[in-house]
């Protein structure tokens, strides 16, 4: 077992790291210096790594293959939080897979990094899927393929419409995913579900839409003051660094099928080859010729589908508004980059508050406070140093806006 201690007595953070089937003298040789974690909303994975030192001239000499695709388990524990009445535990089981940036630091002493992703990302790359769901709503098709083809064990599937035909053909399970993502409703109208995990549960499958991840509480409050160097790692609440990489972008929000007014300005074409129709659905705004915003083609059975046997497809009814909404999570349109002292229960996909107190009137907030949803986050827990979190953030209005 490979140890590590945040040293400062007030802010006490404490690890260990292990890896499964070693032999004791090769992790005896091993020092876990840094721990860095990470979740995303635009990513179906986990990307956790460690960096590690180890004395080079050791006897016996050590076999850097033995740690290819063994469980990696990280337990963090800052019983600090206690007093606050906060978990103060979190644990992570990965498998290893890979090796690098392996290099001498000083005569004697050389650095690597240990990567570790989720199990069912292994699996996902060694499967593929060939199967046919009939009249079946996409979430009942990415509880299916998660949990019998990628072996995910923990899943958080949200409901969705409509019950549509869906035949996968020789394609991976995530990808099989990221097709019902694309047509998968909540509510009956909102085209924005995507495919996330966090380490919740020893690493959860999400399948959420974007409307009803803003529709939940904040589930941290963090409030902005002046305070000493060092001095807001002992409260789990404080802000350490904030800022702003954008406000707005009117030109990335048009390049994605946002008009000047917010709205959809996307066009769906849709050809239904049994009945002979061609219907365009969407905006009819800056339009030069038959197209206007960004136009997407796509084939339709509606009005045919009792002919097929099939259920109908109204692909029409989505399809031209899911580009904007997701475009509003490109990583160039982050509204909020915030570090905060580490807790172990913040995710990608939650809800924080952020209330930045005018100096002349402390009961007034300055612009920029208000309700955020997590788009990615990173633990960074270092020897001797204070563990922190840094979270990306996008307003809330980014789960039901016109579009």
């Known amino acids: 077992m490979a140890e590590g201690l945040d040293e400062s007595p007030d802010i006490l953070t404490t690890f260990d790291v292990g890896f499964s089937g070693i032999p004791d003298d090769l992790l005896k040789q091993l020092t876990v210096q840094e721990i860095m974690l ?3 909303l635009l990513t ?3 990307q956790t790594s460690v960096m590690v030192h180890s004395h080079i001239n050791e006897i016996p000499i050590k076999n850097f293959d033995l740690l290819k695709n063994t469980e990696m388990s990280i337990d963090i524990e800052k019983s600090l939080l206690t007093k606050f009445k906060i978990d103060p535990n979190m644990s992570v089981r990965q498998t290893t897979y890979r090796l690098d940036n392996r290099k001498l630091i000083n005569n004697n002493v050389e650095e690597f990094y240990i990567h570790a992703c989720d199990q069912t990302l292994l699996d996902n790359a060694a499967t593929l899927v060939s199967k046919l769901w009939k009249c079946t709503s996409p ?3 990415v509880r299916d393929v998660l949990s019998s083809c990628a072996g995910a064990k923990s899943l958080d599937i949200e409901s969705s419409d409509p019950n549509r035909d869906y035949l996968a053909e020789n394609i991976r399970p995530f990808q099989v995913v990221a097709q019902q993502a694309n047509v998968a409703l909540a509510g009956g109208n909102d085209p924005s579900f995507i495919h996330y995990m ?4 020893f690493g959860t499958h999400k399948f959420r839409s974007l409307y009803s991840l803003t529709k939940a509480n904040p589930v941290a409050e963090y409030t902005f003051q002046e305070i000493g160097a060092g001095a807001g790692h002992a409260f789990p609440y404080s802000v350490l660094t904030h800022n702003f990489p954008c406000d707005f972008d009117l030109l990335s929000d048009v390049l994605n099928g946002v008009g000047y007014n917010g709205k959809n300005n996307n066009t769906f074409f849709s050809f239904n080859p049994i009945m002979a129709m061609f219907n365009k659905f ?3 705004t800056f339009g030069c010729g038959i197209g206007s915003g ?3 083609l796509g084939s339709s059975n509606v009005g045919s589908a009792e002919q097929q046997n099939a259920c109908p497809d109204y692909a029409h009814l989505y399809v031209h508004k899911r580009q904007a909404r997701m475009g509003l999570l490109e990583q160039d349109k982050i509204a909020l980059r915030i570090m905060v002292p580490w807790v172990p229960f913040l995710n990608a996909g939650k809800m924080i508050r952020l ?3 005018n100096k002349q009137d402390p009961m007034q907030l300055n612009y920029g406070s208000g309700d955020y949803l997590i788009v990615s986050l990173k633990h960074h827990i270092k020897r001797g140093q204070p563990a922190t979190i840094t979270m990306d953030c996008v307003s809330k209005t980014v789960g039901y806006g016109e579009v």
Request: charged share 15%; glycine share 14%; proline share 14%.
């Open 139 to 141: 979430s009942t098709v």
């Open 198 to 201: 966090t380490y919740e549960n």
């Open 44 to 46: 179906p994975g986990l």
């Open 355 to 357: 209330n930045l107190p």
């Open 38 to 40: 990470g979740e995303s």
């Open 282 to 284: 969407g905006s009819n």
């Open 294 to 296: 960004l136009p997407k």
